[in-house]
């Protein structure tokens, strides 16, 4: 499975929404770093496919800039289910 890329920014993106809660995120020990310091470990998270719920396992990633973080992605419940809303870097 190829893991979706982030968003840099707030663009826009297909919405996901499904009737059922996501999982509890899973447990994940993060490898060692790669060599230089400048990457950051991208927790995994539950997304959709297909409408089933599949986990993305994290990653380490290289910030776009100097100074950028990482806003994790979310499911936020809503009136018609739990909406998905995409990790990216601000």
């Known amino acids: 499975m190829v893991a979706p890329q982030p968003v840099v920014g707030t663009?826009?993106?297909?919405v996901i929404v499904v009737k059922e809660a996501p999982p509890p995120p899973r447990e994940e020990q993060p490898p060692p770093p790669p060599t230089?310091?400048?990457y950051t470990w991208i927790p995994g998270y539950?997304?959709?496919?297909d409408g089933r719920q599949?986990?993305?396992?994290?990653r380490y990633e290289m910030p776009p800039k100097a100074n950028a973080s990482w806003v994790a992605p979310r499911w936020e419940r809503r009136a018609d289910g739990?909406?998905?809303i995409e990790g990216y870097w601000r």
């Open 11 to 14: 663009a826009t993106r297909d």
């Open 36 to 38: 230089s310091g400048s």
């Open 82 to 84: 739990y909406v998905f």
């Open 46 to 49: 539950w997304s959709s496919r």
């Open 54 to 58: 599949e986990w993305v396992p994290g």
